[in-house]
């Protein structure tokens, strides 16, 4: 399970509440996770995508730093806690049925998000036309 801390966020209500109402009730899966996306808060550039649980996101809005569950690790972990690029959070939305999450972010540190030191974690782009094709370097 991604984490047995209690839940501090609403339940989750009619349609229409979760729509329209004032209420953040975020939906988890079964494994307890909601899938997470971070871009620069700056220039709208996609630097990542992970999951994060009650915990995590909870950490999130009170520090505003990012933090997230690792699956591989069965762990939360605040990003950059061993690379020093961090994540300084300026806005947290959910989407139309709060089952997911969109951190706007400024980078910390040497300014890298991905893990291999590129700026984004999507730095390869894959040709249309041929699921067998190389990948090719993203520009811009």
Request: hydrophobic share 40%; with cysteine; proline share 6%.
């Amino acid at each position: 399970m991604a984490g047995t801390a209690a839940q501090p966020f609403a339940q989750r209500g009619t349609p229409a509440e979760i729509e329209a109402g004032p209420t953040f009730m975020p939906k988890f899966d079964a494994a307890g996770l909601i899938p997470a996306v971070a871009t620069d808060a700056d220039t709208g550039a996609v630097l990542m995508f992970a999951w994060m649980n009650a915990e995590a996101l909870q950490r999130t809005l009170e520090t505003a730093e990012a933090h997230f569950f690792s699956r591989s690790r069965g762990r939360l972990w605040r990003k950059g806690e061993e690379s020093g690029n961090t994540m300084s959070v300026a806005e947290v939305r959910t989407d139309c049925d709060q089952d997911a999450i969109w951190l706007r972010v400024r980078l910390q540190g040497q300014g890298a998000a991905c893990h291999t030191g590129q700026l984004s974690c999507f730095y390869r782009r894959v040709p249309l036309g041929s699921a067998s094709g190389p990948l090719e370097p993203a520009r811009g």
